[in-house]
Every structure is written in C-alpha cells, then in structure tokens.
C-alpha cells in the first residue's frame, strides 16, 4: 500500500476541527508525496533533518516551526546564511516537514498532556482533564524537590527552574506543557482549583514566578517548577510516534529527541 | 522645596515622547502626592513594597508591573488573594508606584542597555548603539565560558543558559536586555552585524537557541548567553536611582533589589 504526506495528515487531523489561522501546516514537500519513512519529533533542527535523511524517511511530523518563529514565517530569513542552509537541505533531500501544533492539543485528551503525565507515570493521579492542564493530586504528600528531582530524573531532564520553597509540601498540582505557563492561565488555576503547586513548561519571567515569589511572601504556600519548553513537549510528540507507528505498521516512525537547547552555566 | 510624584515623572519623561499605548503610567497612589523617599527597584514586589515602608518612601519607580502582566490590568485579579493583599498593602500604606518602561528605553542612549553594560564594564568595547542593542567588540578574544563567568561574577547572577560552544572564541557580540532576546531581533543581528555572540535577557526558547543549535549544527561559530530579564535590566534601574539621586538631592532615593526570581535544580 503507498502511503502519501496526505494520508498521514488525514490521520493526524481526522478528529479535530482546525482553526482558520491554525499554524498546522505543510511547511515543505508536497501533499503527494509517498512516505517512505516517518521521523516525529519536537523540534525539526538541522540535526534531526539529518538523522530524517539517515534514516531515509522522507516525512517529517514536528511539533514546532523549523525556521524559529511561532507562524513558519520565512521571508525575513530569504537573506540569513543558516535559513539558507537548512532550507537547502530540506528541498535537495525531498523532506516533507508536517507542523503538528494545534491538533494534538486539540484532540481528547490533549496529546500532549497525556504523553507528559504518562512519561512521568502519574496518570493514576490525574483527578481532572482542563483544556489548558491536568489536575494532580498527589497520593502522599511529596515536597517541591521530590517532584522536581523525579521529572528530572524520569524524562532525563537537566535541570528545572523552581520558584518558592523546594521544601513546601504539595498537595494538588496543575499540569501545563509549552507555551501555557504564563500568568492568565496559571493564576486562575492556583486560586480554582486549590493549587499549591504549578508545573510548567515555560512562560514569561514577570508573570507566573513573581506571582509565587509575592505568595510566599504573604506567607502562602504556593510553587513553581518551570521545565523548559521541549522539556514539557517532548514526551508528547514519543507517544504520537508509538500511535504512527500502530496506525501505520508497515511504515517506519521513529521518535528521534534533542539536546536540550541549553546548557547551564 | 515640597517635591510632587508629578515632579518626579516630568523629570522621567521630559526627554521622550511616550506613544499612545505605552505602559508607563501611574499604578497607585495620585500625582499630587508629596513624596517622603522613593525606591527604584526592577520588579515592585511583594518584598519591596515592604521594604519602601519600612523606609519611609512613599514612591516606587519600578521597571516592570507589580500585578503579573504586561498592561498592568487586573480586572482578572480581582478575586486573587495574593493580588488582594498586595493591592490592599499598596492603598493602606499609600505607596504611589510609577511604572517606568518604555521610557527608560526610548531615552538616548537607552538607559537600561546603558547602565547593563557600565555594570559589566564594557563601556569602552561598545562600538555601536542601535535602539534594541548595543553591539560590542571585545579587544582580546574571549570564549563564551569567559564572558558567561565575568557576567555571573560582576552582576551577581546565579546562573547563566547558554546555548552552543562555551569553548568558542568571540569577538562581536549584541547586547539585548529584557524581552529582546526573540528571533526578529536576535537573527537579523547575527547577519548583518557579523556577530558570534548574543547576549540577552529573556526570549521564547523556540527562537534564537534553537537558530544558534542550527547554526552550531551547520558548522558556523555562533553562541547565545541568555542572563535572565531581571539580571539584564536591574543594573539600568540601579543606574536610574543614581541619576535621580543626583537630581534631587533634597529626596531619599534608594535602589532596592530583588533575590532571583528562580532557583535552578
């Protein structure tokens, strides 16, 4: 059975509705294509285009933009050395690269949510699925630098940025992968849902952390624990891959994972 | 001489024309309100506001908002108890806060970029100043490490994020401070300025480190330090609290600072 570029998006998209300024896009490639592989990750650097061209698949499902805005927008980049040359490679290789943003946080549950809260093996602790995060309650009573050290330890992650008391006791916890850690929808949920605890991957750093430092300053007992953006999504995209690789036995998908982007110093 | 916060924000504005949208505006307090002391801070926390009272000062002039968002709104808020405190705290104590953003940056040269790096003590490497960024030779060649250490070292930050080679030698830099660390900024720098380093406070993690690992990737002598948005901009309003010092002789003014914001694990 030949299987086209369109036939894996029918798949990735037949349950969801997409909005009209939806950035789920075919960013290169064409609709017709036939798949000769599936590479599915986070983030389509150059490096994994490279490992995509390796492995010969020629089908790329990423998360995130490959040309380093939120809207695939390229033509500021037509005079930039490195747009260049990745885009290059990308067209003399015949990579498909398929945006798949907006439908895996639409479906039922949030794709992403749920490959995070499989990854770190609390799913039996979910007590509520929002559009915007899962509701954990934790069964015994761990501290902030308990649930830090096991998402690190768990998703092999380098390091967390925490805000308030590592040694604060949490109770009910919010969930939120990505882009989802700022203030208009952190705060809400502390106050709502009785929160002692968000876990987020990345936001901006005058919103949500100035929010708990204040808390504790009021004697509250409120904390952060920020993971990074890939960090939080990353997990996500591995458990769409072992879905591709279900849906589609006869093709192969492969999830393949980054570096984390940065190193601390 | 009886001194006003109108004084006070005449002397702050009377170099700029703020646009019609800006977010610099009177938080709390009245513009008649005779001041006792003020306090010049980055961000007016929970933790300053206290320390302005135990002061005596009646006026902030703080950086950023004290209520988590940009435009400063807090009908959202109104149910927070954090926000309930805080606000309540400001009104009893009556504390005017100004917020001084956009003008500081519109002044020429910048004064948040300027006083980052007289803190650093890179004056005399600044071979251009444009409006986002200062552009930096250095006379010997550093590697990133180097430059990452001094800057951990001279402003007292915790931590840096790096991304790309701490070994590789640098020669020009950009200097961004705040949220000028996205990739509409950053990218067209890199090019057009022949730069191999960017230094930044804070942007989206999808942006300029994942350009520097696609550059790094391909090959290219690129790096990034992103400090933190706090770490980039406090040093502007220390330098601000001086110059007001100097204005107004007759006035306590005190710059007050903040621990950071996060912890790294």
């Given at each position: 059975m030949k299987i086209t570029v369109q036939d894996l998006i029918h798949h990735l998209t037949a349950h969801v509705e997409l909005r009209?300024?939806?950035?789920?896009?075919?960013?290169?490639?064409?609709?017709e294509q036939l798949v000769t592989g599936v590479i599915v990750t986070f983030m389509p650097s150059q490096h994994v285009i490279e490992q995509a061209i390796h492995q010969g698949a020629n089908l790329i499902i990423a998360?995130?933009?490959?040309?380093?805005n939120h809207h695939s927008h390229t033509e500021w980049l037509t005079e930039d050395p490195v747009y260049q040359t990745k885009r290059s490679l990308i067209e003399k290789a015949g990579i498909a690269i398929y945006r798949c943003h907006d439908s895996i946080h639409q479906i039922q549950p949030d794709g992403i949510t749920e490959g995070l809260i499989q990854a770190l093996g609390w799913s039996s602790y979910v007590v509520q699925r929002k559009p915007e995060a899962d509701i954990i309650s934790f069964d015994d009573h761990m501290t902030v630098q308990r649930i830090a050290e096991h998402i690190k330890r768990t998703l092999g992650v380098e390091y967390v940025r925490i805000a308030g008391s590592l040694e604060m006791t949490c109770k009910r916890a919010a969930v939120l992968v990505g882009?989802?850690?700022?203030?208009?929808?952190t705060i809400p949920l502390l106050h709502n849902e009785t929160l002692d605890l968000i876990i987020a991957g990345e936001g901006f750093e005058w919103e949500t952390p100035e929010y708990i430092r204040d808390a504790v300053q009021q004697g509250k007992q409120k904390a952060l624990i920020m993971m990074g953006h890939a960090e939080s999504e990353a997990a996500g995209m591995k458990l769409l891959a072992a879905r591709l690789d279900q849906a589609f036995p006869r093709l192969p998908v492969h999830f393949v994972g980054e570096q984390p982007v940065y190193k601390v110093l």
């Open positions: 009209e300024n939806t950035v789920d896009q075919l960013i290169s490639g064409s609709m998360h995130e933009p490959p040309f380093y882009f989802r850690g700022n203030g208009n929808l």
